[in-house]
């Protein structure tokens, strides 16, 4: 069974960085697009990067120049500096993965990890 592991969350002061990391597991043949989203208390779950398997990033508007997301193989590591207390959120991993034995990705998710900023 895959899964997707997050960690590195926690709390931090404004301004302050944190690096992510997301490690799949389990029986994987490929592992495609990876994405990360995060849900403010109170809001909609909101995409904020996204990376392909060469490589090419995308990045939400609210997080451009603060957020950078970066790929080993399988392992995801998004690093965000310059965080804001509107940072905080619950972020998740999510992986387009193909299983050993079969043709086509399933989306999987992570379980979610706390950021917190404030001071």
């Known amino acids: 069974q895959v899964q997707l592991v997050e960690s590195g969350g926690g709390l931090v002061q404004p301004g302050g960085s944190l690096r992510l990391s997301c490690v799949p597991s389990?029986?994987?043949?490929?592992?495609?697009?990876m994405r990360w989203h995060r849900q403010a208390p109170g809001k909609q779950r909101e995409l904020v990067a996204s990376?392909?398997?060469?490589?090419e990033t995308n990045y939400a508007d609210s997080v451009k120049g603060r957020f950078t997301i970066s790929r080993d193989n399988a392992e995801m590591f998004p690093q965000i500096d310059s965080l804001k207390p509107v940072d905080t959120a619950v972020y998740y991993c999510?992986?387009?993965?193909?299983?050993?034995?079969?043709?086509?990705?399933?989306?999987?998710w992570g379980q979610g990890i706390q950021v917190t900023v404030s001071s």
């Open positions: 999510n992986a387009a993965i193909v299983e050993i034995g079969e043709t086509w990705p399933v989306e999987y």
């Open positions: 389990g029986s994987i043949r490929r592992i495609y697009l």
């Open positions: 990376i392909t398997s060469v490589g």
